[in-house]
């Protein structure tokens, strides 16, 4: 069965950088669009960032461009979030996604994913 395991979450200082990871299993995630979304407390779901299956597209909500990166390896599974100039706004349980369709162009919205992680906690604060 499909499996997505995040990792990498924490405290933070504003201004720091954490690493996030997905370990996926359960499919052939080479052929698999994949997303970065979160939820901040008392706050709807928001997609953050997406990658294409072989990595040749990224994009990013405007609220984390030019601070976040996101990135894939296919030889082990598991797509990252590199997340540096962190803000207190930036605070939320953030979840790795995977696209329903494969190979597709574009990242799609929240509805075009059909597995998602349980989450990993990034708090920013001093």
């Known amino acids: 069965q499909v499996q997505l395991v995040e990792s990498g979450g924490g405290l933070a200082q504003p201004g720091g950088s954490l690493r996030l990871s997905c370990a996926a299993s359960g499919f052939t995630f080479s052929n698999y669009p994949m997303s970065w979304a979160r939820q901040a407390p008392g706050k709807g779901l928001e997609w953050v960032s997406g990658?294409?299956?072989?990595?040749?597209?990224?994009n990013y909500a405007d609220s984390v461009k030019g601070r976040f990166t996101i990135s894939r390896d296919n030889a082990k599974n598991t797509v990252y979030l590199q997340m540096n100039s962190l803000k207190p706004e930036d605070t939320a349980l953030y979840y790795c996604i995977k696209k329903r369709r494969p190979f597709e162009k574009g990242l799609g919205t929240l509805n075009d994913y059909d597995y998602w992680g349980q989450g990993t906690q990034v708090t920013v604060s001093s």
């Open positions: 990658i294409y299956h072989d990595g040749s597209g990224t």
